[in-house]
């Protein structure tokens, strides 16, 4: 019966002494990317386009239910026009695929990583991170809201920061109706 309440005993002091002295890293979260949707739309003079673009893989990190980083991968060979169908739709997949804009067989994938997180309210979060399109990463800042195991956020994307030239009037000069403007959105509703 001794010998019993001793290793009792000692197990809970090494348990006590265990689990002080071990620090947590957080919770992370994987994104449950069959559930999770991005939405893209990108304006030119003449009107706008719209469509959808897959999450590769990601996650985002909490701390005591508190987001505290993340990141994510675009898979950018699933960029999808949604408001054209045929043969519309078929030539701008694939010009919105080729080097004129995204590179795709170049740059198969875009990358966002979280480097700062800040409340900003109830459930919502001031991020900054680092995006990398083509190859080249910029600073980027945005909202997310966290609602259970859901989240949304707006990106406001400026392509030109990105040597997505085709139609851009930061390059090129008389454009006139056929110029696009750098920026796009990013509609996301994440599932995680």
């Known amino acids: 019966m001794k010998n019993i309440i001793k290793t009792l005993a000692l197990s809970t002091v090494v348990a006590f002494f265990t689990l002080s002295f071990t620090t947590i890293d957080g919770d992370k979260k994987e994104i449950k990317t069959d559930k999770s949707k991005v939405v893209w739309k990108g304006y030119k003079v003449t009107g706008s386009h719209e469509g959808t673009i897959n999450i590769k893989s990601g996650f985002l990190n909490f701390e005591a239910d508190k987001l505290v980083g993340g990141e994510f991968v675009i898979d950018m060979a699933t960029i999808n026009a949604t408001d054209l169908e045929g043969n519309w739709k078929a030539k701008l ?44 990463t910029n600073p980027i ?15 406001k994307i400026d ?34």
């Open 141 to 155: 800042s945005f909202t997310i809201s966290v609602y259970g195991s859901k989240a949304t956020a707006n990106l």
């Open 93 to 136: 997949d694939g010009h919105l695929k080729s080097d004129d804009f995204f590179g795709v067989a170049t740059y198969p994938t875009a990358t966002l990583v979280f480097t700062k997180v800040e409340a900003s309210g109830k459930n919502a979060y001031s991020v900054t991170g680092d995006l990398t399109i083509k190859g080249k």
């Open 159 to 192: 392509r030109s920061k990105y040597d997505v030239r085709y139609g851009s009037t930061s390059f090129f000069d008389n454009l006139q109706d056929k110029a696009i403007y750098d920026e796009f959105d990013l509609v996301t509703d994440i599932e995680f």
